[in-house]
């Protein structure tokens, strides 16, 4: 990876989402963050992510084995294509990497249900293919903590930069001016939003 790469930040300009099997099946087995929280954070993550209006690559890996993607995403991301492959690295599909090089974005932000394959090895893949991936950590899911926590380890080992939901969309926005920051922090969700919500309906009467 080119040094300079650590160093610039994401953008809605650079910046493209890759959702890897967000699937009813594979969400049975998580077993590393609960799974509540893990759909907050993915909803949160896309529609934040679409509020910045960046471009969207989904798949799923043989529905009739692991079922369709859950229907909380369903819904936020209705109109957006879904790939249904059956490779175990997302990136194997032509499909799937023919679709990533259209976005003509070099910085992924990927997840993926589990963190340790179907999040690692695309995400560890398309580091060696010239990308800058965001594995968002918290918005992924393992089966186990051990192979959540060895999963981190192999892509930060690659050069992959590991974040939480929140992170990488805040880096994005940039500035609490931004008109989008009412809307973004909204879509987030963060447990401390009502809060934020409040100081700023306090201040905005002074």
């Known amino acids: 990876m080119?040094?300079?790469?650590?160093?610039?930040?994401?953008?809605?300009?650079?910046?493209?989402?890759?959702?890897?099997?967000?699937?009813?099946?594979l969400y049975s087995g998580i077993r590393?963050?609960?799974?509540?929280?893990?759909?907050?954070?993915?909803?949160g993550l896309i529609k934040a992510s679409k509020v910045f209006g960046i471009p969207f690559v989904v798949t799923t890996t043989t529905e009739s084995m692991w079922g369709?993607?859950?229907?909380?995403l369903q819904e936020v991301l209705k109109g957006v294509p879904i790939i249904e492959r059956t490779t175990v690295n997302a990136w194997d599909d032509q499909r799937v990497k023919d679709a990533i090089e259209k976005t003509g974005r070099k910085k992924l932000i990927m997840?993926?249900?589990?963190?340790?394959?179907?999040?690692?090895?695309?995400?560890?893949?398309?580091?060696?293919?010239?990308?800058?991936?965001?594995?968002?950590v918290d918005a992924s899911g393992a089966f186990t903590v051990m192979q959540g926590?060895?999963?981190?380890?192999?892509?930060?080992?690659?050069?992959?930069?590991?974040?939480?939901?929140?992170?990488?969309?805040?880096?994005?926005?940039?500035?609490?001016?931004?008109?989008l920051a009412m809307e973004v922090y909204s879509c987030l969700d963060m447990p401390f939003?009502?809060?934020v919500n409040?100081?700023?309906?306090?201040f905005s009467k002074k």
């Open 111 to 136: 997840t993926g249900i589990s963190t340790d394959v179907c999040l690692a090895f695309p995400a560890i893949t398309a580091v060696g293919k010239g990308y800058d991936v965001y594995a968002v």
């Open 193 to 195: 939003a009502s809060l």
């Open 32 to 43: 590393d963050i609960p799974v509540d929280e893990l759909k907050h954070n993915i909803v």
């Open 68 to 72: 369709p993607m859950i229907p909380e």
């Open 149 to 179: 926590e060895l999963a981190v380890a192999r892509m930060v080992q690659a050069g992959v930069k590991v974040v939480g939901y929140s992170n990488v969309i805040v880096e994005m926005l940039k500035d609490n001016a931004n008109p």
């Open 2 to 25: 080119n040094k300079k790469e650590y160093y610039e930040t994401i953008t809605q300009e650079n910046a493209a989402f890759v959702l890897i099997d967000h699937q009813i099946g």
């Open 198 to 202: 409040g100081l700023n309906k306090y």
